[in-house]
Nanobody
Framework: QVQLVESGGGLVQPGGSLRLSCAASGNIFSINAMGWYRQVQQRELVAAITSDGSTNYADSVKGRFTVSRDNAKNTVYLQMNNLKPEDTAVYYC????????????????WGQGTQVTVSS
């Protein structure tokens, strides 16, 4: 069984910062891409990072958000700076994981989501 557990959401004023964390646990053989999505109506990609550290960002967050990962801890982070009210959403962690149970197949997993609210 593989789980993604997020933490770090909350209420912050415009211009403030938050750091989200997502830890993968369970019978993990390897983790490929990890990333963050957010949802108000439709779910959209915010940022992603590959196992070798290549990153990809939505245009709306470039220069303000930074995605990183600690492979030893199976954890991905999202540092969010200069937050704006339009960043308010439920943020979901996502990862492509190969389980110990079947190393020939990669499964896609989602976290449970964490609320980020940017408001004065």
């Amino acid at each position: 069984q593989v789980q993604l557990v997020e933490s770090g959401g909350g209420l912050v004023q415009p211009g403030g910062s938050l750091r989200l964390s997502c830890a993968a646990s369970g019978n993990i053989f390897s983790i490929n891409a990890m990333g963050w999505y957010r949802q108000v109506q439709q779910r959209e990609l915010v940022a992603a990072i590959t196992s070798d550290g290549s990153t990809n960002y939505a245009d709306s967050v470039k220069g303000r958000f930074t995605v990183s990962r600690d492979n030893a801890k199976n954890t991905v982070y999202l540092q969010m700076n200069n937050l704006k009210p339009e960043d308010t959403a439920v943020y979901y962690c996502n990862a492509d994981i190969v389980s110990d149970y079947d190393v020939s197949y990669e499964h896609n997993y989602w976290g449970q989501g964490t609320q980020v609210t940017v408001s004065s």
